[in-house]
């Protein structure tokens, strides 16, 4: 049945690898995971994009392109725990910061490692 409502597929990417893998560590890890699952769902759902994996390379958002999307929804809730948790300082995180701060956010998602084959 047809009920006219899109199916999405939201899946992990090479950001949340990269969080999972060592960037984000203990209490932070799981808070992060979800900011980036909710802030990649929310840029699909804005941009109507059903499947990041199955975005034709002529259009101008990419898989990147939602990556970088859910890393920026994760660094603002990181720069917001910080203060009053000062124990969950990453310098995985600290760096991406940095890149942000610099303009440079969309290279330093480029240049993350890929994710591993499914």
């Known amino acids: 049945m047809d009920d006219g409502v899109p199916d ?3 899946g992990p990417d090479k950001a949340a690898f990269w969080l999972m893998n060592g960037a984000a560590k203990g209490e932070l890890k799981r808070v992060v995971i979800f900011q980036h699952a909710v802030s990649t769902a929310a840029f699909q ?11 034709p390379e002529n259009v101008a958002e ?3 392109s939602v ?12 720069e917001n ?8 300082r990453s310098a995985e995180l600290d760096a991406a910061l940095a890149a942000r701060d610099k303009g440079t956010l969309a290279q330093f ?6 994710m591993p084959r499914r």
């Open 8 to 10: 999405y597929n939201f």
């Open 45 to 55: 759902l804005q941009h109507h994009i059903q499947d990041p994996r199955k975005i």
């Open 109 to 114: 998602v480029a240049a993350l490692p890929p």
């Open 81 to 88: 725990m910080l203060p009053a948790h000062p124990g969950i």
């Open 67 to 78: 990556t970088l999307a859910g890393l920026e929804g994760v660094l603002r809730a990181y």
């Open 62 to 64: 990419s898989l990147d």
